[in-house]
């Protein structure tokens, strides 16, 4: 029962019609509302943020989980998290890359997955490059991961044998091997 994260362009946040229409798709590939989760950039939240409030508000009573993306780089707002109706916070790859070397963004990650689940919102981390940004990550109860160490880009047929992979302890080279090709 897998997720899909996808990026939302910061013109759709403006089209009142966007709503309506991807819970139609959805419907159609026989896909639940809430297996979709649509990432938003800070920058598409600020533009006209009473419409775009309207268009976030109904994709969430849609049940569509909505993403505040790249949280923690350029003029990340806190208020946004509890203005805006996110269901999850996605703290920058930039800090998780930092993660094995760097005390400091260990702590400030650390305060961003506090903040996220005392909002009511989980918390994915980009940038995991290393089983330690991993075990980290799982040592302060951070929802979800994201990044090269768990797996590279790869089309959609070889999803299959990377969970199997991953599922069966492989989180090393295995997995990478497998997402490569």
């Not at 309506?20 to 979709?36: G, K, M, T, V």
């Not at 075990?135 to 999803?159: T, W």
Request: glycine letters at 8%.
């Amino acid at each position: 029962n897998l997720g899909l994260s996808v990026n939302l362009s910061p013109k759709l946040v403006t089209n009142l019609e966007f709503p309506d229409q991807l819970a139609d798709l959805a419907a159609r590939a026989n896909i639940e509302n809430s297996q979709l989760t649509l990432e938003v950039t800070e920058t598409a939240a600020l533009t006209g943020p009473e419409h775009t409030l309207d268009i976030l508000t109904r994709l969430r009573v849609k049940k569509f989980g909505l993403s505040l993306d790249d949280f923690g780089t350029g003029f990340s707002s806190v208020t946004q998290l509890y203005q805006m109706p996110f269901s999850e916070l996605k703290i920058d790859k930039s800090l998780g890359m930092d993660l094995h070397r760097n005390v400091e963004a260990r702590t400030i990650v650390r305060s961003l997955v506090d903040l996220g689940h005392n909002l009511g919102l989980s918390v994915c981390c980009e940038g995991v490059e290393s089983a330690q940004a991993l075990a980290f990550l799982g040592s302060i109860a951070c929802d979800r991961a994201q990044g090269y160490y768990i797996a590279r880009p790869m089309v959609a047929e070889a999803l299959p044998a990377l969970i199997a992979s991953w599922n069966a302890g492989d989180h090393g080279g295995k997995a990478q091997r497998v997402a490569a090709n």
